[in-house]
């Protein structure tokens, strides 16, 4: 693994707790939240759940992102991106990101991600390349809309929200393929 946490760069903010049915901190992610699309065994690209609470006052609203800093790209690799969470809204069921967003409440909108896909599409680190970070993280936000179209990319909804980020709850789970 390399480099340390994504978030370091931008301004502090406050956290607040984010927790998950399928996914544990410090943890390997489970096969569903394992890349089907790109081979692995068992991988079914499921969004995992999320539960959030206790999110600073003033929140408007949430995005939610999933980005592996290690990916062998110079850039890391965003798995995915949604904005314009309502605030009302505090957990996503598993599989939320699907091809249609189905679990998302209304109103939110699923970015391309890096494989230029709008859902979640699940870990797949190379065979033999290591242990690679997942940060699963929601983003408090001081906005309802954050203004950015629905094919914007992530590292834009990112650089669009850094002003309005209230608060920030991670979860980092890991993944690895071994060298065949």
């Known amino acids: 693994m390399s480099g340390n946490n994504p978030f370091e760069r931008l301004p502090e903010v406050p956290s607040f707790t984010v927790t998950s049915t399928t996914v544990s901190d410090g943890r390997p992610l489970p ?4 890349s089907g699309m790109f081979g692995l065994p ?12 206790g999110a600073p006052a003033g929140t408007r609203g949430y995005a939610v992102t999933v980005y592996d800093p290690d990916a062998p790209t110079g850039s890391g690799f ?3 991106a949604v904005a314009n969470i309502p605030a009302d809204v505090t957990s996503l069921p598993e599989g939320a990101g699907d091809d249609t967003g189905s679990g998302l409440p209304a109103g939110a909108v699923q970015l391309p ?21 997942y940060f699963i993280t929601v983003h408090a936000l001081d906005v309802e809309d954050i203004g950015v179209p629905a094919d914007a990319t992530p590292a834009n909804l990112g650089f669009t929200m850094a002003g309005h980020i209230l608060g920030r709850a991670t979860i980092v789970a890991t993944a690895e393929t071994p060298a065949a």
């Open 31 to 34: 096969a569903a939240q394992l």
């Open 42 to 53: 068992g991988g079914k690209d499921a969004s995992p759940q999320l539960s959030w609470s």
């Open 78 to 80: 965003w798995h995915w």
């Open 113 to 133: 991600n890096d494989a230029r896909l709008a859902r979640f599409v699940g870990a797949a680190p190379p065979a033999g390349h290591g242990a690679h970070r």
